[in-house]
């Protein structure tokens, strides 16, 4: 069994950056990809971004893309989503996801954290 565990949350002006770290236990994660997602209350968990097990490749929501950059180390058996130029519409909880499964933008990844919360103040 993996447990993820997400960190680095809080409360940020706009314009603003946060890094968020996902931390794996249980098992190594190296080869499984990983993916971060965002939920605010009363809507559906939106997609953000997405690493491979290797990290070469990437793909980001069409709101996030040129601001937030998505990255791990399979040594340290982590992941990290770096966040630039918040706005408060990106204000949620954001999710860190993993599973052997390829789904990439589908919510439908076998482990999950627990959640953080950011938001942005305007």
């Known amino acids: 069994q993996v447990q993820l565990v997400e960190s680095g949350g809080g409360l940020v002006q706009a314009g603003g950056s946060l890094r968020l770290s996902c931390a794996a236990s249980g098992r190594t994660i190296s080869s499984y990809p990983m993916a971060w997602f965002r939920q605010v209350s009363g809507k559906d968990r939106e997609f953000v971004a997405f690493?491979?097990?290797?990290?070469?490749?990437?793909d980001y929501g069409d709101s996030v893309k040129g601001r937030f950059t998505i990255s791990r180390d399979n040594a340290r058996n982590t992941g990290s989503l770096q966040m630039n130029s918040l706005k408060p519409e990106d204000t949620a909880v954001y999710y860190c996801?993993?599973?052997?499964?390829?789904?990439?933008?589908?919510?439908?990844?076998?482990?999950w954290g627990q959640g953080t919360q950011v938001t942005v103040s305007s």
């Open positions: 690493i491979s097990g290797s990290g070469s490749n990437t």
């Open positions: 996801s993993a599973g052997p499964r390829s789904v990439v933008r589908n919510p439908s990844y076998a482990y």
